[in-house]
């Protein structure tokens, strides 16, 4: 038997993980009124009574342009928790299994990022993101820190669901073309780190920073021409440059990620982003039948 401890409950990939049940783990999500990350010293206690084999955290503050303007609670989720939460797993010896993001690199160039590439994120989200990275290594316990991209699952909020809601009331849509980067289901994030840990379970775990985005790498707009033609939606998609699309939070251009090291060390493949987004749909229509 494996046992899984998940901090975040209600969130894409937390509710993506409390669904891979398997009649030789338990998973047990821990949501925002039983583990609140604005408390570490609390995460930290939950995890130093734990009979737990692994630790996921799946929560995190993920409002991008939100954490412009709360950096303070953008930091104290995004670095603060995990740092604790890293301690307390390397002070009991059991792995912690962190998410990171794409948001973490610059964006420049156009060749794919490796996970030992420069990092310089342009906003505050991906600056958290990366300090929460620093202090997850720095804690030196057993560990994966799996980076990620353009999450989307048939829960919570994401870019295929606003596509759906926006796709539905106009004819045209203004997306940008000039921002490149490999969508990822929260199911195939979720199998993935039930992969990892059970390779740490059987003693074949190795800890360090991974890739794992779907494939193959698209634009925003080219993703949301996808999502329109899968769905049935009659909505045009119009390119525009990131310039005619102002926000808070700057985006890197590049988030292509090289996922080789996880194929290598963990055999686990990049997923096929438009046959999960196929199923992503199907699950979407069965809840409004
Ligand atoms: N979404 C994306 O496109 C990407 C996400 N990632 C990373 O993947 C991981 C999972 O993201 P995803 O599933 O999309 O996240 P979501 O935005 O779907 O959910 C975030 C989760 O974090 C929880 N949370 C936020 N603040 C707190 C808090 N103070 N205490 C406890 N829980 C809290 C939320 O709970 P509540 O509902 O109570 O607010 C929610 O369960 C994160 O580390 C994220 O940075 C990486 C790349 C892309
Ligand atoms: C709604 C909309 C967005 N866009 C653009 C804005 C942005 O550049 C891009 C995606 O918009 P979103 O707000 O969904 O993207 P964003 O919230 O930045 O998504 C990111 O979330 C964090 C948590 C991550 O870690 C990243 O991997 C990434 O998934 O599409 C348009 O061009 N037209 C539109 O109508
Ligand atoms: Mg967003």
Same mark, same amino acid.
Request: net charge neutral.
């Given at each position: 038997?494996?046992h899984?401890?998940v901090?975040?409950?209600t ?7 409390a669904?891979?049940?398997c ?6 999500c821990?949501g925002r ?9 609390a ?12 630790v996921?955290?799946a929560?995190?503050y993920?409002?991008v342009d ?27 010896k ?7 993001t794409?948001?973490?690199f610059?964006?420049s160039?156009s ?10 994120p342009? $906003? &505050?989200? !991906?600056?958290?993101?990366?300090? +929460?990275?620093d202090? /997850?290594?720095a *804690?030196?316990? %057993?560990?994966? =820190?799996l ?9 919570g909020?994401?870019f ?7 796709g539905?009331?106009?004819?045209d849509i203004?997306?940008?073309a ?5 969508p990822?289901?929260a199911?195939?994030?979720a ?9 740490f379970?059987t003693?074949? $775990? &190795?800890? !360090?920073?991974y890739?794992?985005s +779907?494939?193959?790498? /698209?634009s925003? *707009?080219?993703? %949301?021409?996808? =999502?329109f033609?899968?769905a ?15 926000t ?9 990620l090289?996922?080789?090291a ?19 749909l199907?699950?979407?229509q069965?809840?409004?039948?």
């Amino acid at each position: 038997m494996m046992h899984v401890l998940v901090f975040g409950q209600t969130g894409q990939v937390a509710t993506a993980l409390a669904q891979q049940t398997c009649a030789d783990i338990t998973i047990t999500c821990l949501g925002r009124d039983r583990a609140d990350l604005t408390d570490p010293a609390a995460c930290a206690a939950i995890i130093a009574q734990t009979h737990a084999d692994v630790v996921i955290n799946a929560a995190a503050y993920t409002a991008v342009d939100r954490a412009e303007s709360e950096p303070d609670l953008a930091r104290a989720i995004n670095a603060t928790a995990p740092a604790a939460m890293a301690r307390a797993c390397a002070a009991r010896k059991i792995p912690f299994l962190h998410i990171s993001t794409d948001y973490v690199f610059g964006g420049s160039g156009s060749r794919p990022w490796q996970v030992d590439d420069p990092t310089g994120p342009l $906003g &505050i989200y !991906g600056q958290t993101k990366l300090a +929460g990275e620093d202090a /997850v290594r720095a *804690a030196a316990g %057993a560990h994966v =820190i799996l980076r990620t991209s353009w999450v989307f699952s048939a829960h919570g909020a994401n870019f295929v669901k606003t596509m759906l809601r926006l796709g539905a009331m106009r004819p045209d849509i203004n997306v940008v073309a000039d921002q490149h980067g490999g969508p990822t289901a929260a199911d195939d994030i979720a199998a993935a780190l039930i992969s990892i840990a059970r390779a740490f379970h059987t003693g074949r $775990g &190795i800890s !360090g920073t991974y890739h794992f985005s +779907g494939s193959p790498n /698209v634009s925003w *707009a080219g993703f %949301a021409r996808t =999502i329109f033609a899968s769905a049935g939606i009659d909505c045009a998609v119009q390119d525009i440059p990131t310039s005619a699309y102002p926000t808070p939070a700057a985006r890197p251009a590049n988030s292509r990620l090289d996922c080789s090291a996880l194929a290598r060390d963990y055999a686990i493949a990049q997923p096929d982003w438009q046959g999960s987004l196929r199923h992503v749909l199907q699950s979407l229509q069965g809840e409004r039948q």
